[in-house]
C-alpha cells in the first residue's frame, strides 16, 4: 500500500531519478509492469538516457516483451555501445533459463529471439572492430539450442568465434 502511495505520489511530481528509483524498487519486489510505468515516466522527462533504456529492456524481456526489448536495445546501442554490450549479455543469459523453462512462451519464440540476440551481437562485434570501438568491450557466449555458440569479443579487436 505506502508503495503504491508513493508511486502515485511520485508519477505527480519528480524528477527521472525519482521515477527511476520507483521504477528499481517495483522491479525488486516483483511488479515488472508498475516498474516499466515508471521507467517509461522517466523516458519522458529525460529522453533516450541509456540507463533508463537499459532498465526498461530488462523489464520487458521479464514480461515476456519481446519486441519491445528488442526496441529499447536497439535504442541503447545508438546511444552507448557500452550498456547495449551489458543488455546484450542479460538477453543471452535470459535466452539460456528460457530454453529451459519457457514459461508462457513457445520454443520457437525463445529460438526466435536467441537468433536475433545472436545476431546483434555479430553486428556489434563487427561495428566494434570496424570503428574500433573498445567501449563495447568484454566477452558475450550466446549458446544455441544444439548445444554450440557464438563467442563475441567487442573490445578492441570485435573478434567473432563460434564453437561446440
Known amino acids: 500500500m505506502v508503495?503504491?502511495?508513493?508511486?502515485?505520489?511520485?508519477s505527480c511530481s519528480g524528477d527521472a531519478r525519482d521515477h527511476i528509483a520507483?521504477?528499481?524498487?517495483f522491479l525488486g519486489s516483483d511488479r515488472p509492469e508498475a516498474a516499466l510505468a515508471e521507467?517509461?515516466?522517466a523516458l519522458r522527462r529525460q529522453?533516450?538516457?541509456?540507463?533508463?533504456?537499459?532498465?526498461l529492456a530488462h523489464g520487458y524481456a521479464r514480461l515476456d516483451r519481446l519486441d519491445e526489448a528488442k526496441?529499447?536495445?536497439m535504442l541503447l546501442f545508438n546511444h552507448d555501445r557500452e550498456r547495449s554490450h551489458e543488455l546484450l549479455e542479460a538477453m543471452?543469459?535470459?535466452?539460456?533459463?528460457?530454453?529451459?523453462?519457457?514459461?508462457?512462451?513457445?520454443?520457437?519464440?525463445?529460438?526466435?529471439?536467441?537468433?536475433?540476440?545472436?545476431?546483434?551481437?555479430?553486428i556489434a562485434a563487427q561495428?566494434?572492430?570496424?570503428?574500433?570501438?573498445e567501449a563495447a568491450g568484454g566477452v558475450i557466449r550466446i549458446f544455441t539450442k544444439d548445444g554450440g555458440g557464438v563467442l563475441v569479443d567487442g573490445g578492441r579487436c570485435g573478434h567473432l568465434c563460434r564453437f561446440r
Open 22 to 25: 520507483w521504477g528499481d524498487r
Open 3 to 10: 508503495l503504491a502511495l508513493g508511486a502515485v505520489l511520485a
Open 71 to 73: 526496441e529499447a536495445y
Open 39 to 41: 521507467y517509461q515516466v
Open 127 to 133: 561495428t566494434s572492430a570496424l570503428y574500433g570501438d
Open 47 to 55: 529522453g533516450d538516457e541509456p540507463e533508463i533504456l537499459l532498465r
Open 92 to 122: 543471452g543469459t535470459w535466452v539460456e533459463k528460457r530454453r529451459s523453462d519457457p514459461g508462457q512462451l513457445s520454443s520457437d519464440t525463445v529460438e526466435e529471439f536467441s537468433q536475433w540476440v545472436q545476431k546483434r551481437g555479430e
